[in-house]
């Protein structure tokens, strides 16, 4: 037996040196598939932290919008004579409010706040807007809410447009209508979070927030396990 032992000495070293390796091999995949569904875990759960701050910070804005949209309806337009002055304390009091606008039943634009920044959407027939009507019309039919896509702005620059519809004396009049561009509520929401990566996109895939927290490549982010595991909803 010893002489066995000895003829194939080398032999069983290799055996008992691979065997040890494939062990230690073993261990690290695990410990290392550990590591990586923690941290998984760990991002989903941030995500849906961030995603509820998020929808926490939009609809603040739009409850604005609302607010207002009540004032007209429950005085019967008479809140009219008050509406540049709420408008623009709406804005005043919100960043990501850019201006707010009054489009009448007929869907042109006929008022705008500020006005000298977005003269220019004054008269505007969004009847004839393709990417517009549609939603519009069906919002005011269905007296719902409106939340566009990251539109191209006639006065420029880009914005989601919400739309409340204002109804009084039986009728449709026409819809409170708001730019809206929540970056700098959702850079505020990151502040705190500088190890992620943030992407927000709309609902034709546009890209209209990048947070970045820090600066590296595509590639190694995909490494970093940057996954995009929520949505806004609203």
């Known amino acids: 037996m010893g002489k066995f032992i000895e003829k194939y000495r080398g032999l069983v070293s290799i055996v008992v040196g691979v065997v040890l390796s494939v062990l230690v091999l073993l261990l690290w995949l695990g410990n290392h598939r550990n590591i990586q569904e923690t941290k998984l875990n760990k991002i989903e759960e941030t995500a849906q932290l961030i995603t509820l701050q998020f929808e926490r910070k939009v609809q603040e804005n739009i409850n604005s919008l609302l607010n207002l949209k009540k004032r007209l309806e429950v005085t019967e337009g008479a809140y009219f004579d008050y509406w540049e002055y709420d408008a623009s304390n709406i804005i005043s009091q919100d960043s990501s409010i850019r201006f707010v606008e ?133």
């Open 102 to 234: 009054w489009i009448d039943s007929t869907m042109v634009i006929r008022k705008v706040e500020p006005f000298e920044s977005n003269k220019e959407a004054i008269g505007l027939d969004i009847s004839k807007l393709d990417y517009r009507n549609t939603t519009w019309i069906q919002a005011t039919r269905d007296s719902v809410i409106n939340f566009t896509n990251w539109l191209t702005l006639v006065q420029g620059p880009n914005a989601f447009l919400v739309d409340a519809p204002v109804y009084y004396d039986g009728n449709l009049q026409g819809t409170i209508t708001a730019g809206m561009n929540f970056t700098s509520d959702f850079n505020s929401v990151m502040k705190s979070l500088n190890q992620y990566h943030i992407e927000i996109v709309d609902g034709q895939g546009t890209l209209f927030c990048h947070i970045k927290q820090f600066r590296t490549s595509r590639h190694q982010f995909e490494s970093l396990d940057c996954y995009r595991v929520s949505k806004l909803h609203f």
